[in-house]
């Protein structure tokens, strides 16, 4: 299991960071990744760090989104810079281990969720 901090109320504009840490051990070379979903929306993929450390990113939040981990793989990240309505979503980190590279922006091949933890972006 996993679990998020960080998600609140913020202005167009502002900025947020999210966390996220196993319950017990830590991601060791596992694929990471965020989504996110929006009321009466699909789960939508936000951003990933595959094991080999690739990043990858959906196409609305690149240069304003970062995803990353810390070195002794404790937690993970999402630095969320420049905010808009539209992202306005509960946020779930996830985890999976040897996810194939064309499944990464695919939610049902990670194994581990946290419960998600809101964001809202008032204009």
């Known amino acids: 299991q996993l679990a998020e901090t960080g998600g609140g109320v913020v202005q167009t504009g502002g900025s947020l960071k999210l966390s996220c840490a196993p319950s017990?051990?830590?991601?060791?070379?596992?694929?990471l990744a965020w989504f996110r979903q929006a009321p009466g929306k699909e789960r939508q993929f936000v951003a990933a760090?595959?094991?080999?450390?690739?990043?990858y990113y959906e196409d609305s939040v690149k240069g304003r989104f970062t995803i990353s981990r810390d070195s002794p793989g404790n937690t993970m990240y999402l630095q969320m810079n420049s905010l808009k309505p539209e992202d306005t979503a509960v946020y779930y980190c996830?985890?999976?281990?040897?996810?194939?590279?064309?499944?990464?922006?695919?939610?049902?091949?990670?194994?581990?969720w946290g419960q998600g933890t809101q964001v809202s972006v008032s204009s």
């Open positions: 017990q051990g830590t991601f060791g070379r596992s694929d």
């Open positions: 760090r595959r094991r080999d450390g690739h990043l």
């Open positions: 996830a985890a999976g281990t040897s996810v194939i590279l064309s499944r990464t922006r695919d939610a049902s091949a990670y194994y581990y």
